[in-house]
Structures are given as C-alpha cells and as structure tokens.
T-cell receptor
Framework: KAGVTQTPRYLIKTRGQQVTLSCSPI?????VSWYQQTPGQGLQFLFE???????NKGNFPGRFSGRQFSNSRSEMNVSTLELGDSALYLC???????????????FGPGTRLTVT | AQSVTQPDIHITVSEGASLELRCNYS??????LFWYVQSPGQGLQLLLK??????LVQGIKGFEAEFKRSQSSFNLRKPSVHWSDAAEYFC????????????FGAGTILRVKS
C-alpha cells in the first residue's frame, strides 16, 4: 500500500506570496492532519480534516487554511508569506473509523518551505 | 491541555549499548501514546503505540516502550543500539479536544558513536 505523499517536496517563495501544498493520504484513510515543524517551536498542529470537514484547528493565524476533497486529498494554503513561515510542513493520514485505533497516524515526507 | 515532556534534548550512546529515551505526559484520563522517529530531511515514522492493555508494547526496529501511569511516563527502550538508529525521536499524546490531533514533545536527538 502506498504511503502518504506530499507535493512539492521543496519550495522557495518570497515574502508576501502565497503557497499551496498538497497531500494524498494512504488509500482508505479519511483523516488528514497538517503539522508545522520548526527548530524553535517543534511540531505544531495546524488543522485536521475528516470527510471534507475541518475537525480541529491549531493556534495559527487565518493566513493558514486548508481543505479536503472528496477523494480525501488535502491542500493547505498559506497567504501573505512571512519569513517565519519557513518550516517543514508535514501531512499525516489516519482512518479514525471502522475499528481503527484513534490518533494513529502516518506521516508523509513533508514539504520544505523556504521564505526569502 | 495535554503536554509531553522529553527531558533530554541530546543523547549519545555507543553502538551495541542499551538505550532509554524518556517521555512524560500530562493527561487526565488514559492517554493514547506514541513514539515516532525522524531521520534528517524525512517525515515521521511510527515506532509504536499504546492505547490500553499490556503496559509493555513492542514496536518496529527492536524498540519497546513501557507505560507507567503512576509516573506519567512512556519511556522508549532498545537493548542494543545500531548506528542506523541515529535520528530524532518524538513522543506524542492524543489530544482530547477533538479529532486526531497529536501533541508532541520537543524531541530527543540520538547520536550513536562507534
């Protein structure tokens, strides 16, 4: 079974621009979560989508948004990029239904975003 | 709110030596606990998980962890470390505020010396 895929793997953007990152979960998984990883703040939860609905949201400004499609693929968007948005953005997929263990998630390789 | 503390930022062990990485959590009810490993430039790989039942859980790559409710701990162990185990290790707990949210510790960087 294929794992979680994220595209692109690397991205360089300029301050003020916007960016869209994509995540395809493991087949059959309907939950997709996004995390931001930085050396200073560690791993921080951005949001989670399940069956196209945002189920939880972390403490990030409204510039960070996401969505999920009917095939469970998810995108996250960051508008008006700031230097501090430079990070590794990780996507995680999970089942959360059909007897699956709660919270059990599998991570993709991440998208490394550099804002200059 | 839940929190996870990994007291050791860096740990260095010799190849073949045993390993224990510490994790303490804060959670009111029975927690859902995880250990993940991250190699440089990579995503997180699930090593093992605890939901209920036997407090000693086995994972991949020869790792195990023991849940101790009285100490609010979930320490990761390996009897004999290999050079390929050098990576960063994260302990996580399932949050109680809905969905699949995980709260992570700050991580422990493991260095293996030959």
């Amino acid at each position: 079974k294929a794992g979680v895929t994220q595209t692109p793997r690397y991205l360089i953007k300029t301050r003020g621009q916007q960016v869209t990152l994509s995540c395809s979960p493991i087949s059959g998984h309907r939950s997709v979560s996004w995390y931001q990883q930085t050396p200073g703040q560690g791993l921080q939860f951005l949001f989670e989508y399940f069956s196209e609905t945002q189920r939880n949201k972390g403490n990030f400004p409204g510039r960070f948004s996401g969505r999920q499609f009917s095939n469970s693929r998810s995108e996250m968007n960051v508008s008006t990029l700031e230097l501090g948005d430079s990070a590794l953005y990780l996507c995680a997929s999970g089942r959360t239904s059909g007897g699956a263990n709660p919270y059990e998630q599998y991570f993709g390789p991440g998208t490394r975003l550099t804002v200059t | 709110a839940q929190s996870v503390t990994q007291p050791d930022i860096h740990i260095t062990v010799s190849e073949g030596a045993s390993l224990e990485l510490r994790c303490n959590y804060s959670y009111g009810a029975t927690p859902y606990l995880f250990w993940y490993v991250q190699s440089p430039g990579q995503g997180l790989q699930l090593l093992l998980k605890y939901f209920s039942g036997d407090t000693l859980v086995q994972g991949i790559k020869g790792f195990e962890a023991e849940f101790k409710r009285s100490q609010s701990s979930f320490n990761l162990r390996k009897p004999s470390v290999h050079w390929s185990d050098a990576a960063e290790y994260f302990c996580a707990v399932g949050a109680s505020d809905g969905g699949n949210k995980l709260v992570f510790g700050a991580g422990t960087i493991l260095r293996v010396k030959s």
